[in-house]
């Protein structure tokens, strides 16, 4: 008989993961908690560094999970797993039970909650927003201020929520660097007159083509960059507002008004997946995110046998690794299950 | 005339330790300030004498604040000097009264029985006898008491004793050895003169009935008299110098000495009256929560006794002033503290026997002026007439959602004021201070206070307590200093604030330098209540806790402070309240990092509560848009 593979979350990860397994000859049923699939991918505008749509990789998705043979539940949220002899039995928060001879979570990340910075103002200004905020203003095709007018100034701000002690996120998400830079070129691209400067601590821009973007947006977009962390941020009577800072590469304090400020949240630990974990006995790091059995070559591996781990919900990662990591984990599926045949 | 060289370790000792406390006192008086001498004589005549009288024979001998907080841990500090002091006080009565003459020399009284063995046989003696037994029985119990909390600490409530070093240790046996063997110096005696009490009396027999008590008798008076003797001799160089200095302590402070801002003998006194009992260390966060047990009062006055370099010790603190509340002494730790602080850096050196004894006043160097000063660059503003300067402070500006609250609430009461730090300020300087930097925080007063001449307010109001406490303590202002919440009591007293009750569950967190550092702890509460349910918590007032994020530790990590901050939000959410309150603007920031229960300044809470309506709007200015984080009316 068929094995039956249960995938929870139903992003990036999840959704490759689900296509694959179904190619590989199993049942497949992936669970998603929103309405529809497709995660994060959802809610943004362009992809770095090609600045490809993201509506391309979610057509692609969409198309690799609308074979046979693969259930998509929405609107489900798994609550926990209980593993019982080579079968795991999942239960959602309604009270229903699935069964499934191996598991893959693919639960991914949250935004940081911007509001935990008080500081920056998220939530008491209006014109303090997200990254995310901002891709679903490019998609809507405008940007503007909460009093309809078009902003002449933009401010980015870093490592909001990465790499801050204070919030308690040691670890850098690394990717917040590289979409700065392709959202600053994307103002810049919107609204011809604006002037962009990004807030940053180092420019981590490791990934295949992410410097090029960077020296791109100087070079081209004549996007300023100003090494230094944004210590407060407050409204003018103006309405624009005020950010505290330090160019620590002039030495110097620094104090200057703009229309707009957009946070770059970091990625935390879903909010989901911290609750499987407890109520299913998954390890966690220091970092929150699913500790995997190894980090060199079990990556997929969680500490219960027949469960997989997919993506963002072991750490901070861009598409391109989401998907071949959501691949990877499917492999380790294939093998899990043949040696449980016998 | 009654004399046996068994003695003689005694008498040596008394009479070095009275001399002892007599030069020490003098050269302390000699220390202290032309002021501090004035107010010692004054008292010495005055009510402070007899205040002194009184709490000397509350605190150092009953141990009321001890008994009250820990009974069992009260009782065995009570048994031991209480019962000290009653044994010689009888014993020197019964020696008058039964003694061969009148007014004799100690000795006497102390080995009474040993001179008059045949005493207590009937009557009045006997009854007599029966007192003194009960006296020490009374100073053997507590002695059981404290042998077993050396080795049990939890016997007697307290989690943790300070260590001990060598010489308190020789002098903590002859404290130890003391009561035993009087108890069977006097029951050797009794038991080979048949008399004796319930205690000395029957021991005696049942020692007498194996043992030839006549001549065992003997060397238990020399060993009595010994660590007596050593006890005595040896005090100074130990905690238990506390033991006399305390006196020195009550009688002063009494009379109206306090810390300061600058060494001198009331700290040495002070240092000296610590008796190490430990209660500092269990009153303490860093130990509980973080597990940090070795920088509490305890150990920075024994470090200080010990001419150590304390200056880890004293930059390890969250400066919440627990201890201070909790010390059975009444020792003004927190400055102390600060007092260490300014020393800095200290050079340990050995000191010699001689020095031991007759320290050298512990004299700390000021510090050392710099002839540029730092913060001359700060340019001298001119602000605009106002009648109320309101002054957010460094903190209140890093969360807005109460600063944007107070305009709220200033604008809505209709009052005449100046955002002095609206454009950014400068920092009111306590956080200089509290590391040691008085000479630039006084920079930084001089400049907000010339601000705040100029701009001819009568009050200034801040939302951060730390700015409160120093514009209060060393700001030299002709102005009414107010918190926030003091102010906007105010203004609900005066009408001039109109609110609607909240129906929300609050539990209101005291932050320590509003609460314990100024003493405002009712204003915030009574606020609180005319808009919302105000609950109790286990730690209000002197009680409450410090949230952790305290802006006086200069050694603890970020994840140290935030197990501090997830024990104190833990504490104060068991009732499930709506919000987490408090008038802080640094606490509503640790604590909100620690908890899902919504953190709120009590200015956000009020400012939700105002009767809409009643906001003036000046047509003249554009709105300022006001935002508060969650809007409580659903």
């Known amino acids: 008989m068929e094995k039956h593979v249960v995938v929870i979350g139903g992003g990036v990860a999840g959704m490759e993961a689900a296509g694959h397994l179904q190619k590989s000859g199993f049942r497949v049923s992936l669970f998603e908690k929103e309405e529809k699939p497709g995660g994060h991918l959802n809610d943004w505008y362009k992809l770095f560094p090609d600045r490809r749509r993201s509506s391309e990789v979610k057509e692609y998705l969409d198309k690799i999970t609308s074979e046979d043979g693969i259930k998509i539940i929405t609107g489900s949220i798994i609550d926990k797993i209980v593993s019982d002899k080579n079968q795991f039995r999942i239960s959602d928060k309604d009270g229903k039970e699935y069964s499934a001879d191996a598991v893959i979570i693919a639960t991914g990340f949250d935004l940081f909650k911007s509001e935990r910075k008080e500081e920056y103002g998220y939530g008491i200004y209006d014109n303090v927003i997200t990254s995310a905020d901002l891709e679903k203003m490019f998609r809507s095709g405008s940007i503007e201020l909460a009093d309809g007018r078009i902003p002449e100034t933009v401010g980015i701000v870093h490592c909001v929520g990465s790499r801050d002690e204070k919030v308690g996120n040691l670890y850098c998400s690394k990717l917040c660097c590289v979409t700065a830079v392709k959202q600053a070129i994307e103002i810049r691209e919107h609204l011809p007159s604006s002037k962009v400067f990004c807030f940053y601590m180092d420019m981590r821009m490791g990934g295949a083509y992410y410097e090029e973007l960077y020296r791109e947006a100087q070079e081209e977009w004549g996007v300023n960059f100003i090494r230094g962390k944004v210590s407060e941020v407050s409204e003018a009577i103006n309405n624009k507002l005020v950010i505290k800072s330090e160019d620590t590469l002039a030495g110097k304090p620094l104090k200057m008004q703009v229309d707009m400020l957009v946070l770059m949240a970091g990625m935390e630990m879903s909010e989901g997946g911290l609750k499987l974990s407890e109520s299913s006995g998954l390890n966690k790091g220091n970092n929150r995110f699913f500790s995997p059995a190894d980090h060199h070559f079990g990556s997929n591996k969680s500490n219960i046998k027949g469960i997989f781990y997919a993506g963002t919900c072991t750490m901070p990662m861009n598409i391109t690794e989401t998907i071949s990591h959501a691949r990877a984990a499917v492999s380790d599926v294939i093998d899990y299950l043949k040696d449980s045949k016998a | 005339m009654q004399f046996d060289p068994f003695i003689i370790p005694f008498n040596i000792g008394l009479y070095f330790i009275v001399i002892y406390a007599v030069v020490r006192s003098v050269s302390w008086f000699g220390d202290l300030s032309r002021p501090d001498k004035l107010r010692l004589q004054r008292g010495f005549f005055g009510k402070a004498f007899g205040q002194s009288i009184k709490e000397i024979f509350l605190e150092s001998l009953i141990h009321r604040k001890i008994l009250k907080s820990n009974p069992r841990l009260g009782y065995m500090h009570m048994s031991l000097a209480f019962g000290w002091f009653l044994l010689i006080l009888f014993g020197t009565i019964e020696a008058d009264v039964f003694g061969a003459h009148h007014l004799n020399a100690p000795y006497k009284a102390i080995f009474f029985k040993f001179f008059n063995p045949e005493h207590g046989r009937m009557g009045f003696e006997a009854a007599f006898s029966f007192l003194m037994d009960l006296i020490l029985a009374f100073i053997l119990s507590g002695l059981v008491l404290a042998i077993i909390k050396r080795f049990s600490s939890r016997v007697v409530g307290i989690k943790k004793t300070t260590k001990l070093r060598v010489l308190d240790k020789i002098a903590l046996t002859s ?460």
């Open chain 2, 175 to 634: 404290l130890w050895l003391i009561f035993p063997s009087r108890l069977l110096a006097e029951s050797f005696t009794s038991g080979a003169y048949g008399t004796g009490s319930f205690l000395t009396g029957s021991l005696g027999s049942i020692l007498a009935s194996f043992l030839p008590a006549q001549e065992m008798a003997y060397p238990f008076w020399w060993l009595y008299s010994l660590s007596l003797g050593t006890f005595f001799i040896l005090l100074p160089l130990t905690r238990y110098m506390h033991i006399p200095t305390e006196l020195f302590l009550i009688f002063a402070r009494n009379s109206g000495i306090k810390t300061g801002d600058q060494p001198g003998a009331f700290r040495e006194i002070q240092i000296y009256s610590c008796s190490s009992c430990g209660i500092c260390i269990d009153a303490c966060q860093l130990n509980f929560s973080a597990g940090i047990t070795n920088i509490q009062s305890a150990y920075l006055m024994k470090g200080i006794r010990n001419n150590e370099n304390v200056s880890d010790i004293a930059f390890n603190c969250l400066m919440c002033g627990r201890c201070d509340q909790k010390c059975p002494v009444g020792i003004e730790l927190t400055p102390l503290r600060m007092l260490s602080r300014r020393a800095g850096e200290t050079v340990e050196n050995e000191q010699s026997i001689w020095q031991k004894y007759f320290p050298g006043r512990q004299v700390m160097l000021p510090v050392k002026p710099v002839s540029d000063p730092s913060y001359s660059w700060l340019k001298q503003e001119e602000p605009a007439k106002t009648d109320v300067i309101y002054f957010a402070g460094c903190m209140t500006h890093l969360t807005p959602a109460i600063k944007n609250s107070m305009i709220t609430i200033l604008e809505a009461s209709g009052v005449r004021y100046n955002f002095l730090d609206e454009k950014g300020g400068v920092c009111c300087g306590r956080p200089l201070m509290l590391a040691g930097q008085d000479r630039e925080a006084r920079e930084l007063i001089n400049h907000n206070s010339q601000l705040i001449w100029k701009s001819g307010a009568h009050t200034i109001v801040t939302s951060c307590p730390i700015c409160y406490k120093v514009f209060k303590e060393s700001y030299y202002l002709d102005v009414e200093v107010l918190h926030h919440s003091q102010f906007i009591k105010n203004l609900i007293e005066e009408g001039s604030l109109k609110l609607n009750f909240l129906h929300r569950k609050v539990t209101y967190h005291t932050p320590c330098d509003l609460g314990r550092g100024s003493g405002v702890y009712n204003e915030p509460k009574d606020v609180l209540r005319h808009v919302a349910r105000l609950l109790k918590s286990d730690f209000e007032d002197e009680n409450s806790l410090c949230c952790g994020g305290s802006l006086g530790n200069m050694k603890i990590s970020s994840r140290q402070k935030s197990m501090i901050a997830h024990d104190v939000a833990t504490e104060l959410t068991k009732g499930n309240p709506d919000i987490l309150a408090t008038s802080c603007p640094l606490c509503k920031k640790t604590l909100s990092a620690a908890t899902t229960t919504r953190v709120a300044d009590i200015s956000e809470i009020v400012a939700d509560a105002i009767v809409r309506t009643a906001i003036k709007k000046k047509l003249n200015e554009p709105v300022r848009k006001v935002k508060v984080a969650v809007d409580f009316h659903n």
